[in-house]
C-alpha cells in the first residue's frame, strides 16, 4: 500500500455573517459558497412539530444544493460542505425570521420573561473525488454526510413595551430567528443562558470540530494500491483510492 495526500475544502453553505466570523475565529480556512439556485425552506406540519429534526432537514437541503453545484465542477480532492439553520422554539413553535417590525415586536413579547430553546441544525457533507480519467485518474466520486442538533436555552428578562420598541429600532430583529442577536444590542434582553453561546448565534463550533476534525485539516492521508504495468482490467479496478473509507472516516461523528 502506498499513501498519498489528498487536499481538503472546507466550504460553508451560508450567506450569514455570523456563522462565517465563528468559523474564522476557529481558525478555519473556508470558502463561502451558497450554490446557484434558491433553496426550498418550507416544512411540512409534521416536521415542524419536531423542531430538532426541521432544522437538521433544512441544513441538509442548504449543504447538498451547494453539494450538486460542486459536483458540477468536477474538482479534485476532499471538499467538506457545512450547511447549518436555527431556529427558535417556544411552547413547541418554531419562530422563525420576523417578516416586519411589528411581528418582530410580537415574538420579543412572547419571549418576555419566558425561557425559550434555541436549536441549531448543522449538516456535514464530504465529498471525496479522483482526478478524470483525462489527467490520469478515475473519475469516481465518494459521497457522505452526517447531520446534528444542539440547544441551548434562553431566559428573556421581563420587557417593557419601551424595551422592545427600542430594540425594535437597533434594527437587530429583522435577519435573526426569534427576532433578536444574543451577540449584539440583544445581550441586553438576556437574564439568563444555558448552554453553548456560538450555538444560539448560528453555529455550534466546538461540537462541529469534536465530530469532524478534518475541517481544522489542510490536507488528509489515504492508502492506495500500487499501480502495476502493465495490469489486467481486473488489476486496474484494484488501483483505485479507498475513497468510501477516507470519506466515511473524515465524516464519523456522534450525533449531539
Known amino acids: 500500500m502506498e499513501t498519498i495526500t489528498i487536499p481538503v475544502n472546507v466550504i460553508l453553505a451560508s450567506k450569514s455573517p455570523r456563522r462565517k466570523q465563528l468559523l474564522e475565529e476557529a481558525g478555519v480556512s473556508f470558502t ?21 429534526e426541521a432544522v437538521k432537514k433544512l441544513a441538509e437541503r442548504k449543504a447538498g444544493a451547494v453539494v450538486q453545484d460542486i459536483l458540477a465542477q468536477n474538482p479534485v480532492g476532499l471538499g467538506i460542505i457545512i450547511g447549518a439553520d436555527t431556529t427558535v422554539v417556544l411552547d413547541g413553535e418554531m419562530l422563525g425570521k420576523p417578516y416586519s417590525a411589528d411581528h418582530a415586536r410580537e415574538m420579543l413579547g412572547r419571549l418576555s420573561g419566558r425561557t425559550h430553546e434555541v436549536i441549531t441544525g448543522v449538516s456535514v457533507w464530504m465529498v471525496l473525488l479522483n482526478e478524470t ?32 420598541n427600542a430594540y425594535v429600532a437597533t434594527g437587530e ?29 448560528g453555529l455550534p463550533v466546538d461540537t462541529l470540530l469534536k465530530n469532524f476534525p478534518d ?14 504495468t502493465p495490469q489486467s482490467s481486473e488489476a486496474a ?5 479507498s475513497q468510501s473509507d477516507a470519506a466515511s472516516q473524515s465524516g464519523e461523528a456522534a450525533d449531539a
Do not use: H, W
Open 32 to 52: 463561502v459558497f451558497t450554490g446557484s439556485s434558491e433553496v426550498d425552506e418550507s416544512l411540512e406540519p409534521d416536521l415542524r412539530a419536531q423542531p430538532a
Open 215 to 228: 475541517i481544522l485539516k489542510e490536507s488528509i492521508e489515504a492508502e492506495v494500491v500500487p499501480s502495476e
Open 237 to 241: 479496478q484494484s488501483n483505485e483510492v
Open 133 to 164: 480519467e483525462e489527467k490520469g485518474g478515475d473519475g469516481k466520486v465518494s459521497l457522505a454526510f452526517r447531520s446534528f442538533s444542539e440547544s441551548s436555552f434562553v431566559t428573556f428578562k421581563e420587557l417593557s413595551t419601551e424595551d422592545i
Open 173 to 201: 430583529t429583522i435577519d435573526k430567528a426569534g427576532a433578536y442577536g444574543i451577540q449584539g444590542k440583544g445581550g441586553k434582553l438576556v437574564e439568563r443562558l444555558e448552554g453553548d453561546f456560538n450555538n444560539v448565534v
